[in-house]
Protein backbone atom coordinates (compact mmCIF):
# COMPACT_ATOMS: atom_id res chain seq x y z
CA UNK A 1 0.00 0.00 0.00
CA UNK A 2 1.26 3.72 -0.86
CA UNK A 3 1.63 5.82 1.46
CA UNK A 4 -0.13 8.57 0.49
CA UNK A 5 -3.28 8.05 -1.92
CA UNK A 6 -5.46 9.83 -3.62
CA UNK A 7 -8.16 9.45 -6.45
CA UNK A 8 -6.72 8.57 -9.64
CA UNK A 9 -8.75 11.54 -11.80
CA UNK A 10 -8.61 12.72 -13.81
CA UNK A 11 -11.49 14.98 -13.01
CA UNK A 12 -12.87 17.14 -16.09
CA UNK A 13 -15.47 19.45 -14.63
CA UNK A 14 -17.49 22.73 -16.36
CA UNK A 15 -16.36 26.30 -15.07
CA UNK A 16 -18.27 27.26 -12.18
CA UNK A 17 -19.09 23.46 -10.81
CA UNK A 18 -17.40 22.55 -7.23
CA UNK A 19 -15.25 19.46 -7.02
CA UNK A 20 -13.54 17.41 -4.35
CA UNK A 21 -10.32 15.61 -3.87
CA UNK A 22 -9.65 12.84 -1.56
CA UNK A 23 -6.40 11.48 0.29
CA UNK A 24 -5.60 8.89 2.38
CA UNK A 25 -2.56 8.79 4.34
CA UNK A 26 -0.71 5.30 6.49
CA UNK A 27 1.27 6.73 8.91
CA UNK A 28 -0.77 7.58 11.97
CA UNK A 29 3.01 9.32 13.47
CA UNK A 30 2.64 12.23 10.44
CA UNK A 31 1.99 15.53 11.77
CA UNK A 32 1.49 17.80 9.15
CA UNK A 33 -0.29 18.05 5.74
CA UNK A 34 -0.45 19.87 2.48
CA UNK A 35 -1.92 20.38 -1.01
CA UNK A 36 0.22 21.13 -4.02
CA UNK A 37 -1.11 22.38 -7.19
CA UNK A 38 1.45 21.61 -10.07
CA UNK A 39 0.96 22.98 -13.45
CA UNK A 40 1.95 21.03 -16.35
CA UNK A 41 6.00 21.20 -16.28
CA UNK A 42 6.28 23.38 -13.72
CA UNK A 43 7.12 22.79 -10.59
CA UNK A 44 4.85 21.93 -7.50
CA UNK A 45 3.96 25.12 -5.41
CA UNK A 46 1.71 25.16 -1.74
CA UNK A 47 -1.40 25.82 -2.21
CA UNK A 48 -2.38 25.57 1.55
CA UNK A 49 -1.49 23.81 4.55
CA UNK A 50 -4.08 21.59 5.97
CA UNK A 51 -5.35 22.16 9.98
CA UNK A 52 -6.88 19.93 12.14
CA UNK A 53 -10.28 22.07 12.74
CA UNK A 54 -10.02 22.29 8.90
CA UNK A 55 -9.46 25.68 6.69
CA UNK A 56 -10.57 27.78 4.03
CA UNK A 57 -8.92 30.55 1.26
CA UNK A 58 -11.17 31.72 -0.73
CA UNK A 59 -12.62 29.60 -2.67
CA UNK A 60 -10.70 26.49 -1.34
CA UNK A 61 -11.51 24.41 1.83
CA UNK A 62 -9.12 21.99 3.67
CA UNK A 63 -10.22 19.56 5.68
CA UNK A 64 -8.34 16.73 7.57
CA UNK A 65 -9.28 13.83 9.68
CA UNK A 66 -6.66 12.30 11.84
CA UNK A 67 -9.19 9.46 13.08
CA UNK A 68 -9.61 8.10 9.54
CA UNK A 69 -6.11 9.37 8.51
CA UNK A 70 -8.06 11.33 5.38
CA UNK A 71 -7.15 14.22 3.68
CA UNK A 72 -10.20 16.70 1.08
CA UNK A 73 -9.78 19.59 -1.19
CA UNK A 74 -12.31 21.35 -2.14
CA UNK A 75 -12.80 23.81 -4.93
CA UNK A 76 -15.82 26.09 -5.37
CA UNK A 77 -16.81 27.76 -8.63
CA UNK A 78 -13.95 26.37 -10.83
CA UNK A 79 -11.83 28.78 -12.74
CA UNK A 80 -10.47 27.76 -16.18
CA UNK A 81 -6.89 28.67 -14.09
CA UNK A 82 -7.60 25.77 -11.44
CA UNK A 83 -6.77 23.11 -14.07
CA UNK A 84 -3.69 21.79 -12.95
CA UNK A 85 -2.76 18.79 -10.42
CA UNK A 86 -3.42 18.65 -7.18
CA UNK A 87 -0.98 17.15 -4.65
CA UNK A 88 -1.20 15.91 -1.32
CA UNK A 89 1.42 15.71 0.91
CA UNK A 90 1.91 14.67 4.49
CA UNK A 91 5.08 14.95 6.67
CA UNK A 92 6.24 13.28 10.14
CA UNK A 93 9.49 13.71 11.66
CA UNK A 94 12.34 12.17 10.50
CA UNK A 95 16.44 11.29 11.56
CA UNK A 96 17.06 14.65 10.34
CA UNK A 97 14.49 17.20 9.91
CA UNK A 98 10.93 16.70 8.57
CA UNK A 99 10.35 13.65 5.92
CA UNK A 100 7.62 14.59 3.41
CA UNK A 101 5.87 12.23 1.53
CA UNK A 102 3.72 13.23 -1.90
CA UNK A 103 0.80 11.53 -3.43
CA UNK A 104 0.62 10.93 -6.99
CA UNK A 105 -1.71 13.51 -7.75
CA UNK A 106 -4.84 14.15 -9.34
CA UNK A 107 -5.36 16.18 -12.46
CA UNK A 108 -8.25 18.56 -12.83
CA UNK A 109 -9.06 20.15 -16.36
CA UNK A 110 -11.36 22.86 -16.02
CA UNK A 111 -13.64 23.18 -19.16
CA UNK A 112 -14.84 26.25 -20.72
CA UNK B 1 9.49 32.62 -4.24
CA UNK B 2 11.98 30.89 -2.55
CA UNK B 3 14.99 32.34 -4.29
CA UNK B 4 15.93 28.90 -5.57
CA UNK B 5 16.96 28.32 -9.32
CA UNK B 6 18.52 25.12 -11.20
CA UNK B 7 21.18 24.36 -13.51
CA UNK B 8 21.33 23.43 -16.19
CA UNK B 9 17.38 23.29 -16.82
CA UNK B 10 17.19 21.02 -19.73
CA UNK B 11 20.09 18.15 -20.48
CA UNK B 12 20.90 15.37 -23.33
CA UNK B 13 23.40 12.78 -22.26
CA UNK B 14 24.53 9.63 -22.99
CA UNK B 15 24.08 6.60 -21.19
CA UNK B 16 27.48 5.93 -19.24
CA UNK B 17 27.80 9.64 -18.51
CA UNK B 18 28.52 11.34 -15.28
CA UNK B 19 26.35 14.56 -15.05
CA UNK B 20 25.98 17.07 -12.12
CA UNK B 21 22.48 18.91 -11.64
CA UNK B 22 23.21 22.23 -9.52
CA UNK B 23 20.46 23.50 -7.01
CA UNK B 24 21.21 26.82 -5.21
CA UNK B 25 19.61 29.09 -3.21
CA UNK B 26 19.56 32.21 -1.70
CA UNK B 27 17.99 31.86 1.64
CA UNK B 28 20.05 30.08 3.68
CA UNK B 29 17.77 27.07 4.52
CA UNK B 30 19.27 24.49 6.51
CA UNK B 31 17.49 21.52 4.30
CA UNK B 32 17.44 21.05 1.22
CA UNK B 33 16.32 17.67 -1.08
CA UNK B 34 16.49 16.44 -4.72
CA UNK B 35 13.66 14.38 -6.22
CA UNK B 36 12.38 13.33 -9.36
CA UNK B 37 9.10 12.87 -10.61
CA UNK B 38 8.20 10.36 -13.34
CA UNK B 39 4.47 9.10 -14.52
CA UNK B 40 2.93 6.70 -12.60
CA UNK B 41 5.11 7.80 -9.27
CA UNK B 42 4.96 10.99 -8.66
CA UNK B 43 7.87 12.36 -7.07
CA UNK B 44 10.33 10.77 -4.92
CA UNK B 45 13.07 11.39 -2.87
CA UNK B 46 17.22 11.05 -4.23
CA UNK B 47 18.62 12.48 -1.52
CA UNK B 48 18.65 14.99 0.88
CA UNK B 49 20.84 17.51 3.05
CA UNK B 50 20.61 18.57 6.76
CA UNK B 51 23.61 21.04 6.41
CA UNK B 52 26.88 21.51 4.56
CA UNK B 53 28.86 18.22 4.98
CA UNK B 54 25.83 16.42 6.02
CA UNK B 55 23.44 14.43 3.51
CA UNK B 56 21.25 11.07 3.90
CA UNK B 57 19.67 8.84 1.31
CA UNK B 58 16.26 8.66 0.22
CA UNK B 59 13.89 6.61 -1.44
CA UNK B 60 15.67 6.12 -4.72
CA UNK B 61 19.44 7.02 -4.01
CA UNK B 62 20.92 3.85 -6.12
CA UNK B 63 23.23 5.41 -8.81
CA UNK B 64 23.54 9.14 -7.69
CA UNK B 65 25.64 10.90 -5.08
CA UNK B 66 25.38 14.06 -3.30
CA UNK B 67 27.34 17.06 -2.28
CA UNK B 68 26.98 19.94 -0.06
CA UNK B 69 30.14 21.99 0.38
CA UNK B 70 28.19 25.63 1.12
CA UNK B 71 24.61 26.09 2.41
CA UNK B 72 24.04 28.13 -0.71
CA UNK B 73 24.71 25.14 -3.47
CA UNK B 74 23.38 21.21 -3.38
CA UNK B 75 24.84 19.32 -5.99
CA UNK B 76 23.39 15.96 -7.56
CA UNK B 77 25.39 13.85 -9.69
CA UNK B 78 24.93 10.91 -11.60
CA UNK B 79 27.92 9.06 -12.10
CA UNK B 80 27.29 7.07 -14.79
CA UNK B 81 24.05 7.80 -16.62
CA UNK B 82 21.23 5.48 -17.75
CA UNK B 83 18.33 5.53 -19.82
CA UNK B 84 16.17 4.86 -16.33
CA UNK B 85 17.37 7.81 -15.22
CA UNK B 86 15.89 10.07 -17.51
CA UNK B 87 13.44 11.75 -15.99
CA UNK B 88 12.52 15.62 -14.22
CA UNK B 89 14.59 16.68 -11.28
CA UNK B 90 13.21 19.00 -8.84
CA UNK B 91 15.10 20.46 -5.68
CA UNK B 92 13.07 21.70 -2.97
CA UNK B 93 13.98 23.61 0.22
CA UNK B 94 12.26 23.53 3.51
CA UNK B 95 11.25 26.29 5.41
CA UNK B 96 11.12 26.52 8.91
CA UNK B 97 9.11 29.05 11.33
CA UNK B 98 5.68 27.86 12.15
CA UNK B 99 4.96 24.51 9.83
CA UNK B 100 8.20 23.23 8.07
CA UNK B 101 7.10 23.66 4.36
CA UNK B 102 8.43 22.46 1.19
CA UNK B 103 9.45 24.90 -1.68
CA UNK B 104 10.60 23.94 -5.11
CA UNK B 105 12.94 25.44 -7.72
CA UNK B 106 12.06 25.14 -11.26
CA UNK B 107 13.25 21.36 -12.64
CA UNK B 108 15.89 19.79 -14.72
CA UNK B 109 14.62 17.89 -17.31
CA UNK B 110 17.31 15.42 -18.35
CA UNK B 111 17.03 13.02 -20.99
CA UNK B 112 19.90 9.46 -21.00
CA UNK B 113 20.21 8.32 -24.79
Known amino acids: RKEVEQDPGPFNVPEGATVAFNCTYSNSASQSFFWYRQDCRKEPKLLMSVYSSGNEDGRFTAQLNRASQYISLLIRDSKLSDSATYLCVVSSRGNYGQNFVFGPGTRLSVLP | DAGITQSPRHKVTETGTPVTLRCHQTENHRYMYWYRQDPGHGLRLIHY???????DKGEVSDGYSVSRSKTEDFLLTLESATSSQTSVYFC????????????FGPGTRLLVL
Open chain 2, 92 to 103: AISRTGGVETQY
Open chain 2, 49 to 55: SYGVKDT
